[in-house]
């Protein structure tokens, strides 16, 4: 996997170019990059572990090799999947309808509220 990928996604008027970093040295490379002018990203998305999520902190020891080989079956899985999202889950829809009901965005959504650090 590429340390940086771009791609660039029609939004109104203009297009939006939008990166994916994965490893912190590659963020620290590419930001490097944005404040030279060199690069220029309307937003970018830092997976901190090299490989991203694949080869996080909560995934199985493994060689390269096999991480390779988990991402793609992941992606080849995620290409057929039909669902994108829980709220289209025929079976997490009727948690949605009869337990949580119109708390989603309550309840399943972070909320942060200033640094927390600075309200002592």
């Known amino acids: 996997m590429e340390g940086v990928k771009a791609f660039e996604l029609p939004f109104k ?5 939008i990166g994916i970093v994965s490893g912190l040295k590659n963020a ?22 090299p490989m991203g999520c694949i080869a ?16 793609k079956g992941l992606y080849r899985t995620d290409k057929m999947t039909k ?24 309840l399943l959504h972070v909320h942060y509220h200033g640094n927390p650090e600075s309200e002592n």
Do not use: W
């Not at 008027?13 to 170019?17: A, I, P, T, V």
């Not at 996080?56 to 991402?71: I, L, Y």
């Not at 079976?91 to 989603?104: A, G, H």
């Open 13 to 17: 008027d203009r297009n939006l170019r």
């Open 28 to 49: 620290e490379d590419l930001i490097q990059k944005i404040q030279k002018g060199e690069e220029h990203f309307d937003f970018v998305e830092v997976m901190a572990c």
């Open 56 to 71: 996080g902190a909560g995934q199985p020891q493994s060689t390269t090799e096999v991480k390779e080989k988990r991402a």
């Open 83 to 106: 669902i994108r999202s829980s709220e289209a889950n025929p079976v997490i829809e009727p948690i949605y309808r009869n337990l949580i009901k119109d708390q989603q965005h309550r």
